[in-house]
T-cell receptor, first 114, second 112 residues
């Protein structure tokens, strides 16, 4: 069964450094998303991406964040200058189309900012 | 601010019993509702989706939706210890573009 994959599984970085989290969505999916989950808290929407552009973003997704689909398979989340409060699990998800609305989640990347 | 509310639990049920999980949402225009299961340290795993008022059954799981009351529930029949997890209610916001609002989740403990 096709699945969303994410790399790395765990990323440790120093405050102020840039990180890129990578995702490979399910191959025939058209809609891509990033979520984060701070330890012990709820899953929070960051951004949705369709047709090579951001379709919606939350207030969390400020200028420090960017997303890109550099080729036909990868979908990345970049955090330009990490803060301590960016420490969280980051989940990528993908969906096939709007009619089903179902989003399938990857295993996540745990980001630790020191 | 669109909200999805769940009782955080823990909800403890004996093995073989029915577990009932509830969720309310604030966005009256929402049309798509989901239940995810999340084991500790893992990603959300889709259990059920529901779009119409009424019940939807899939194996041991039944989702119930009442849009007038803005209420979604999940029943798990014949609960098993492996069902012990946090159950997340998720609602796609009205207005399109697939933004999902999650509840904080209800922790379910199935006691052998």
């Amino acid at each position: 069964e096709p699945e969303v994959t994410q790399t790395p599984s765990h990323q440790v970085t120093q405050m102020g450094q840039e990180v890129i989290l990578r995702c490979v969505p399910i191959s025939n999916h058209l809609y891509f998303y990033w979520y984060r989950q701070i330890l012990g808290q709820k899953v929070e929407f960051l951004v949705s991406f369709y047709n090579n552009e951001i379709s919606e973003k939350s207030e969390i997704f400020d200028d420090q964040f960017s997303v890109e689909r550099p080729d036909g398979s990868n979908f990345t989340l970049k955090i330009r200058s990490t803060k301590l409060e960016d420490s969280a699990m980051y989940f990528c998800a993908s969906g096939q189309d709007t009619s089903t609305d179902t989003q399938y989640f990857g295993p996540g990347t745990r980001l630790t900012v020191l | 601010q669109k909200e999805v509310e769940q009782n955080s639990g823990p909800l403890s049920v004996p093995e073989g019993a029915i577990a009932s999980l509830n969720c309310t949402y604030s966005d009256r225009g929402s049309q798509s509702f989901f239940w995810y299961r999340q084991y500790s340290g893992k990603s959300p795993e889709l259990i059920m989706s529901i779009y119409s008022n009424g019940d939807k059954e899939d194996g041991r799981f039944t989702a119930q939706l009442n849009k007038a009351s803005q209420y979604v529930s999940l029943l798990i029949r014949d609960s098993q210890p492996s069902d012990s997890a946090t159950y997340l209610c998720a609602v796609i916001d009205s207005g399109g573009y697939q933004k999902v609002t999650f509840g904080t989740g209800t922790k379910l403990q199935v006691i052998p």
